[in-house]
């Protein structure tokens, strides 16, 4: 900052030599801050004496570990840094570290303002907190004396004794299993016996439980805050019953898979019974849990869910909320149209910017049929910027949506940060039902060691900012805020109430409430308790039942009423938004050197004053805003007509027959076919309806154009803007130029970009080219385009791509399913390919692959008339010679990666291939349609392929 403020800092490079640098944070401070290079002598000297060990070198020599030089070693550091930094860029949105370097895109929490002034000049710190000296007091308390035989662990990433202080730990999980009353020995053969034995909940063992966490190390700024109220306490006899409270609580969004069957199903049924929101996570639902129980036995037991216990006739296992994550993992039409509510994960609170993360251990052939993925293959969410480069991006997906299911609220959930109030007011107006403000201490069972620290901020400040910005600007009453985040008892929701929010997520803690042991290795599918693993022998150990879960937010209900007699309010509505009730605590301000200094009452008292308006609790006209949702206008409008179609809605009902229409198209007429998709997986499920409903539209589709099509056949003549075909279930999508045309289609754009993301199924043909990242996840649909922009199949995990064109880079980054074929003449592909996964190949005459990729291009002729398809058959055996097909490492086994000797004539053709999605299981027939093929049948017997 002195070179900027002497106007020579462009003149000079900066280069940083220091011995306190090794992990990727401190890395990025550096460069942040405006460091060109930095030298990291003490790490590189430590991977040095690394090497040098006695223990290192024999792990070498017995093959523990790569046999590999001094000079390797810190390359291999050097390595890890720098792919820590493009990460840490990614995650932000930034492309070049040129662009982040002196960027200085961080918050502080815990400064001075003197410390800031001085050495991080220009950032923002919203409470104040340490000074220069008392740093360098902390920063020399940390250094060993020389008698130290060994570097002390501080516990910063796992608990050690008598260091860093982790809320979430395993004496803790002990105190709640005492007051719940669950024993984790009650399991298998002396679980009925066990449980006899039990004395059950106690509240005296959860007053234990509450005070362990009021007297705990400072962790939170709420723990630097008190009550103080403007009314006298009054009986709790007064204060409204733990039944309306409980309606306000949520578990967060653990998914399937995350974890077991067991722990996600017990926590959904817990939640329904107390009237509360569980939520489904990313990777998809099984639609048995839609299903409401009524084969429960004495013994708590159903046949349904055989592996649960506990149960109730009534009880169902169908999460509240179903999100919507980047991935898009099980996200299909039945799964979105059985949610009362639908969440779209735009971060995580423990690590924003960063999509979710399955193992492959944890990858079971039961999960990978719900996210339409391999068994055993890692499966990694795309950072939410795939879709949703702004907010216009983000409001067409809450329109997708809304027009698949109208009945549902749609959530967005937010990381705690600075300018979340902003973002919020954007998420507002796009027609959110609900902002959900995710803290930094949220958990994620399958978190990189870098991603755990120094990311997201607490959800006091993100909360409280999203609520003032949303009260000055008039939208408070269009949204519910929602906050989670390390939310463990009732003094926390109170808390989160005062700042504004109206209804609190339970993640970790809910957890240990049906069983969870803090044994933190969720990540390795061992956990000890079953409640993150997918090994029937770990399952069988899971011993939480939904009582359990019921018991523990009861006591959590008792306690805030508790607090709420104490501060002389009847209902809870009325202390949201209340920070005039919050104080200084200054005994807990004064336990520590480090919070002395800390000042976070002028960022509270800075909130608008809403002691007299209340009416910002209820939306227009006095309802309650969790009673109604937002609905699509004139948008939807087309949608709606073809809905209420008479001929439309009768083969929907019947389940069967056949329909026709035509309709003019606009370019305004967004999600076009989503409400279409909607009725039909609301009668019939994503597989029971066996009707055909042709539609035809002439004009310019506007955004989503067959977003979640399921089982329709949609074409449009004229073009289609982005995302068509965005979850793609079933059926076909077909898009060609106008007959009267005057251009080549094949070198002319007829799609926009993001076409096909997260496709489950279905057949997409565009007789022109896609825009940018064409079947991003897709995990089903077997698509043809002719040329494609950037970063073409990416994350896809599924389903068959033809491009019959040029492509631009980065094709295949995070491919781990499905096969890509691409027309390739003048040799680009090579250069234009990712090969951090994928492999490519040339398609051999007589191949399988070869007659899979001819029969989808004989296809795509007849469906769309394309000339650049007619030019490549007629010249085939030339053609074949150009085109490359590109797999990942789990398909390399399949029969059209693998086999090179099959031709059409062979008996032995392998049927376990596919040239549509619609194509039926079992043998594949391909009788050549129209005249000059080798079965030359009349018309009226024979109209299409028999795959079709």
Not at 439 to 460: M, N, Q, R, V, Y
Not at 876 to 903: C, H, R
Request: net charge negative; glycine share 12%; charged share 20%.
């Amino acid at each position: 900052h002195a070179l900027i403020e002497a106007g020579v800092r462009m003149d000079t490079g900066i280069v940083v030599e220091t011995g306190a640098a090794w992990s990727t944070h401190q890395f990025a401070c550096l460069v942040g801050y405006g460091a060109h290079a930095v030298h990291p002598y003490m790490a590189l000297e430590t991977v040095k004496q690394w090497w040098n060990l006695e223990t290192t070198q024999k792990k070498m020599d017995a093959g523990r570990l790569p046999k590999i030089s001094v000079e390797q070693a810190q390359a291999n550091f050097k390595s890890s840094i720098e792919g820590g930094l493009l990460k840490i860029l990614s995650k932000i949105g930034i492309s070049l570290l040129s662009s982040y370097h002196g960027a200085q895109i961080f918050e502080v929490i815990g400064l001075q303002k003197s410390v800031i002034d001085v050495a991080f000049k220009g950032t923002t710190s919203r409470i104040g907190g340490m000074t220069l000296s008392e740093i360098a007091m902390e920063t020399a308390a940390m250094i060993p004396n020389e008698s130290t035989e060994k570097l002390i662990n501080y516990g910063f990433y796992k608990p050690v004794a008598r260091q860093e202080y982790h809320a979430n730990s395993g004496e803790l999980a002990k105190m709640l299993h005492k007051a719940i009353g669950l024993d984790k020995t009650a399991v298998g053969d002396k679980r009925e016996e066990k449980n006899a034995q039990n004395p059950g909940k106690n509240a005296a063992n959860y007053d234990i439980f509450k005070k362990s966490l009021n007297e705990a190390p400072l962790a939170n700024i709420r723990d630097l805050v008190d009550f103080s109220s403007d009314r006298k306490p009054i009986s709790i006899d007064e204060v409204e019953p733990i039944e309306k409270i409980m309606k306000r609580f949520c578990t967060g969004a653990m998914s399937l898979g995350a974890l077991s069957r067991e722990a996600h199903e017990t926590l959904a049924i817990a939640m329904n019974r107390i009237g509360g929101k569980s939520n489904s996570g990313e990777g998809g639902e099984d639609v048995v849990r839609s299903k409401t129980l009524d084969n429960v036995d004495k013994n708590g037991h159903s046949s349904t869910f055989p592996h649960l216990h506990g149960l109730k006739n009534g009880d169902t296992s169908n999460s509240f909320v179903h999100q919507i994550a980047s991935g898009r993992f099980g996200v299909t039409p039945e799964y979105l149209v059985t949610a009362k509510q639908l969440e779209i994960k735009m971060a995580q609170g423990a690590k924003p910017g960063e999509g979710g993360q399955l193992p492959g251990p944890k990858v079971s052939e039961y999960i990978a049929g719900l996210r339409a993925s391999k068994q055993g293959v890692t499966l990694i969410s795309p950072p939410p910027h795939h879709d949703i480069y702004s907010i216009e991006d983000l409001a067409q997906l809450i329109h997708d949506l809304h027009a698949v299911n109208e009945k549902a609220g749609v959530s967005v959930k937010l990381v705690s940060s600075i300018g979340i109030g902003t973002v919020a007011c954007g998420v507002s107006k796009a027609g959110a039902d609900v902002i959900q403000i995710s803290g930094g201490d949220g958990g994620t069972g399958a978190s990189p060691l870098s991603s755990i620290k120094h990311c997201g901020g607490p959800w006091e400040l993100g909360l409280t900012e999203a609520h003032s910005a949303l009260t000055i600007n008039g939208l408070r009453e269009r949204v519910t805020l929602r906050v989670d985040g390390g939310i463990r008892h009732g003094r926390d929701v109170v808390m989160a109430a005062l700042m504004g929010g109206e209804e609190f997520g339970f993640g970790t803690i809910a957890m240990i409430a049906e069983g969870c042991i803090m044994a933190r290795v969720c990540h390795l599918n061992t956990c000890p308790v079953g409640v993150t693993s997918q090994k029937e022998e770990l399952r069988k150990k899971f011993p939480g039942t939904p009582e359990h879960v019921v018991d523990y937010f009861q006591f959590v209900a008792m306690e805030i009423r508790e607090l709420l007699a104490h501060l002389g309010y009847k209902n809870f509505e009325d202390i949201i938004g209340r920070t005039d009730l919050l104080a200084e605590d200054k005994i807990n301000n004064n336990r520590i050197l480090k919070s002395k200094a800390v000042d976070v009452m002028p960022f509270f008292e800075s909130v608008p004053n809403t002691e007299h308006d209340r009416d910002w609790l209820y939306a227009e006209g006095g309802v309650r805003k969790d009673s109604i949702v937002h609905i699509n206008q004139a948008s939807s409008d087309l949608d709606r007509k073809i809905s209420s179609d008479p001929d439309v809605k009768k083969v929907i009902e019947a389940g069967e027959g056949s329909v026709s229409k035509t309709f003019i198209i606009k370019n305004t007429d967004r999600s076009v076919g989503a409400m279409l998709s909607g009725d039909i997986a609301r009668a019939h499920g994503n597989k029971g309806f066996k009707g055909d409903i042709d539609i035809t539209f002439e004009g310019s589709a506007g955004q989503a154009f067959g977003a979640w099509n399921l089982a329709s056949n949609l074409k449009v003549i004229g073009e289609a803007n982005d995302y068509v075909g965005k979850g793609i279930h079933s059926g076909s999508i077909i898009i060609t130029p106008p007959p009267e045309h005057k251009f080549t289609s094949s070198e002319a754009s007829i799609v926009g970009n993001a076409c096909l993301y997260g496709a489950t199924g279905g057949d997409f043909h565009a007789n022109g080219r896609a825009g940018e990242r064409f079947c991003v996840r897709n995990s089903g649909a077997f698509a043809v385009v002719e040329g494609t922009g950037d970063h073409a199949l990416e994350y896809m995990t599924g389903g068959v791509a033809v491009i019959l064109g040029s492509t631009g880079r980065n094709i295949g980054a995070g491919m781990t399913g499905g096969i890509g074929y691409f027309y390739d003449p003048d040799n680009m592909i090579d250069g234009n390919l990712n090969k951090e996964i994928v492999s490519k190949q040339s398609v051999s005459s007589g191949s399988t692959a070869e007659v899979q990729l001819r029969k989808i291009i004989e296809r795509h002729v007849e469906l769309t008339s394309s000339s650049r398809g007619r030019e490549i058959l007629a010249d085939w055996d030339v053609a074949l010679t150009k085109f490359v097909q590109i797999y990942p490492p789990s398909e390399s086994k399949s029969i059209v990666v693998a086999d090179t000797g099959v031709t059409v004539d062979n008996d032995d053709l392998n049927p376990k291939f596919r040239v549509s999605s619609g194509s039926f299981d079992g043998d594949e027939c391909f009788l050549t349609y129209g005249e000059g093929g080798d079965w030359n049948l009349a018309t009226d017997v024979q109209t299409q392929h028999c795959a079709d």
